[in-house]
């Protein structure tokens, strides 16, 4: 079983966590993060979740170079030297603050940060992690079997009747670009919160421009404006699939499944009229 620690923690880090960290303010709770995460003076806290990943991109995030055109929050070490301890894991402060209807910002530092990434050895946890969102990323990448009862059925049938073969490098990637990306004047993008992908670097592209059509009312426009790169239709499907499927898989793992058909349908019918 792959090692999670504290996935669900709302509770305020213990004075034992903070202490692990050289964080010597009270914890007060910050927006966003589903609640779960916090800070001490210039430091910021939350549950590690999978104890190998959120390793392994502290470690990756600490050796990544800032440029013109993003920048990333960097991990604070443990004293034992370590990315994780009791359960939590830490970042130093970043300036700034996410605004998910810069749809272009965001895509344009999300490229630039997987250029960045571009290399990278594919890690080893992810075959091991089993999450709602790993479950619909290999949905959408033919790794499980559609069975025909999952939720959303409706739509997940007819995208995966238009997936065609893509044949694109992987890479690692973030997952979740839109609403991890913050803004402050006079600085580069900041890409925060990195959930770990291994695929086409333009899908996690495609991902945020779902995200910014289904939920942040994006034009149209902005899926021709990126419609350059490489099997681009086909990215979208599985973008789409992917966020759609992870609903199957909060059902499976028994968390409630909040969202509706009818959010993601004219999504769905644009990207598979393309």
Not at 220 to 244: K, S
């Amino acid at each position: 079983m792959p090692e999670y620690i504290a996935a669900m923690v709302r509770e305020s880090p213990s004075l034992e966590v903070l202490a692990a960290f050289g964080a010597r303010e009270k914890a007060v709770s910050l927006p966003g993060g589903q609640g779960r995460t916090w800070r001490s003076g210039g430091i910021v806290l939350k549950p590690s979740g999978l104890v190998a990943e959120a390793a392994w991109v502290a470690e990756v995030s600490s050796q990544v170079r800032d440029t013109a055109r993003f920048r990333v929050a960097r991990p604070v070490r443990a004293a034992d030297g370590a990315w994780v301890a009791y359960g939590w894991q830490a970042w130093w402060l970043t300036p700034g603050s996410p605004d998910a209807r810069r749809w272009d910002e965001v895509l344009a530092a999300g490229e630039a940060f997987h250029e960045a990434l571009a290399g990278l050895a594919r890690p080893s946890f992810l075959d091991a992690r089993d999450d709602p969102w790993t479950y619909g990323d290999r949905i959408a990448w033919e790794e499980l079997p559609l069975q025909g009862g999952e939720v959303m059925a409706e739509l997940l049938e007819p995208l995966a009747l238009a997936r065609r073969a893509v044949d694109l490098p992987a890479q690692a990637v973030h997952g979740d670009l839109l609403g991890n990306v913050m803004f402050a004047d006079d600085l580069a993008p900041a890409v925060i919160d990195w959930p770990v992908y291994y695929r086409p670097a333009a899908w996690a592209l495609a991902v945020a421009v779902v995200d910014a059509l289904t939920w942040h009312g994006a034009p149209a426009a902005l899926v021709a404006r990126w419609a350059d790169r490489p099997a681009w239709d086909q990215l979208l499907i599985r973008a789409l699939m992917y966020r759609i499927a992870t609903n199957e898989g909060c059902r499976r793992a028994g968390m409630p499944v909040r969202e509706r058909a009818d959010s993601y349908r004219p999504v769905v019918d644009l990207v598979i009229r393309r």
